[in-house]
């Protein structure tokens, strides 16, 4: 039978995934960034109102996303850095994720914490 097994729901391939739409994420935030400070070039009360809009709770929780990304961006970057360095680091590839995971909570949940305590404050 011609069954596919190329994809098999692992952790290296959830990672990946992850990893690339953290990626998209913080690209469509600075292509927002982007055109949000160029907004200040129509006047003080357009880029106010956008800011306005910032400040909605919706646009908060966003911004908490963002942070989730970044900081999961940054932290599988690092294993990815570690097995392109050091491809023996590959036999340790599971425990690595578990490690990252672990650093992802560590960084990001005091932050979510932080940010969120504005929201609900």
């Not at 911004?63 to 970044?70: I, S």
């Amino acid at each position: 039978m011609g069954l596919y097994r190329g994809y098999r729901g692992s952790q290296g391939q959830w990672a990946w995934m992850l990893h690339r739409l953290s990626g998209v994420g913080i690209m469509l935030f600075l292509m927002m960034h982007i055109v949000d400070t160029f907004l200040a070039g129509f006047g003080p009360q357009v880029y106010d109102h956008v800011m306005a809009l910032y400040r909605a709770p919706l646009f908060m929780v966003l911004e908490v996303v963002l942070v989730a990304g970044v900081v999961y961006h940054a932290v599988n970057g690092l294993r990815v850095i570690v097995i392109d360095f050091w491809p023996n680091a590959l036999r340790w590839h599971k425990p690595l994720i578990v490690a990252e995971a672990i650093v992802f909570l560590v960084l990001f949940i005091p932050a979510a914490v932080i940010m969120l305590g504005r929201l609900f404050g």
